[in-house]
């Protein structure tokens, strides 16, 4: 059994996959981006920028409390699937793409099954630690 005490071994193959994950992007959407957009680099750009955000946030979140997180799950959960419901609602959901997923509020969308997933990884760990 594998035994570190600090998480640079995990941390270390993230970064490797997130690599990774960049360098097949590079490589299977350059034409389209060449085609589409006039920039091979086009989805590329767009990604390492979302990457960039993904990894302050989560830089972020490390700082805050595992037990704030727990104390979360219940109103986090109640939001989620009231979010989830509203999609159903003409006035603010949209349909887009041919389907109704998206919350639109003036100028911002959002698609609450994001929230959602984040939400039941939050849930299921709260549940594990009842268990």
């Given at each position: 059994?594998?035994?570190?005490?600090?998480?640079?071994?995990?941390?270390?193959?993230?970064?490797?996959?997130?690599?990774?994950?960049?360098?097949?992007?590079?490589?299977?959407?350059?034409?389209?981006?060449?085609?589409?957009?006039?920039?091979?680099?086009?989805?590329?750009?767009?990604?390492?920028?979302?990457?960039?955000?993904?990894l302050v946030v989560g830089g972020i979140c490390t700082l805050v409390?595992?037990?704030?997180?727990?104390?979360?799950?219940?109103?986090?959960?109640?939001?989620?699937?009231?979010?989830?419901?509203?999609?159903?609602?003409?006035?603010?959901?949209?349909?887009?793409?041919?389907?109704?997923?998206?919350?639109?509020?003036?100028?911002?969308?959002?698609?609450?099954?994001?929230?959602?997933?984040?939400?039941?990884?939050?849930?299921?760990?709260?549940?594990?630690?009842?268990?």
């Amino acid at each position: 059994m594998i035994r570190w005490k600090s998480p640079s071994l995990l941390i270390g193959i993230v970064l490797v996959l997130l690599v990774f994950g960049m360098v097949v992007l590079a490589s299977a959407s350059s034409v389209r981006g060449e085609t589409y957009h006039f920039d091979p680099q086009y989805f590329l750009k767009k990604q390492a920028i979302w990457l960039s955000i993904a990894l302050v946030v989560g830089g972020i979140c490390t700082l805050v409390d595992y037990r704030w997180w727990r104390r979360a799950v219940i109103p986090a959960m109640v939001i989620a699937a009231i979010l989830l419901v509203l999609v159903f609602f003409p006035p603010l959901g949209r349909k887009i793409g041919g389907s109704w997923r998206w919350l639109r509020w003036g100028g911002f969308s959002f698609q609450p099954s994001e929230l959602a997933k984040f939400v039941t990884v939050l849930m299921l760990a709260w549940w594990i630690t009842f268990v």
